[in-house]
């Protein structure tokens, strides 16, 4: 299920590129984007599982060139099948404020 991104939303930014090595330790365990904010997995090389935690009995294979779709506020991680390198591109509704990097997810908070 590949959520499709509604029309209108403002690009926001698009993060680094995290790999299995580096990588906000955040992403691998439940957050969620901030209410407001659309985000959107890009896998550039290998593959990742995308799990959404009201879920978890359907993961989402995510491979090269592949994209999935986040929405404010539903908890997902992100698990590594392999090597793979991806970034997580943001948008806002119009109306929100534009959020302070590293604030759109809670998963890009180093803890």
Do not use: C, K
């Amino acid at each position: 299920m590949n959520e499709v991104m509604p029309d209108g939303l403002e690009y926001v930014r698009t993060t680094d590129v995290f790999d299995q090595e580096q990588h906000p330790a955040g992403l691998l365990r439940a957050h969620r984007v901030a209410e407001g904010v659309w985000g959107r997995l890009l896998v550039h090389t290998g593959g990742v599982r995308f799990v959404f935690e009201d879920d978890t009995d359907h993961p989402i294979d995510v491979t090269a060139g592949g994209t999935q779709v986040i929405p404010p506020g539903r908890e997902h991680h992100v698990e590594f099948v392999g090597p793979a390198t991806f970034a997580i591109e943001f948008h806002r509704e119009p109306r929100q404020a534009t959020p302070t990097p590293g604030d759109e997810s809670t998963g890009l908070a180093e803890t």
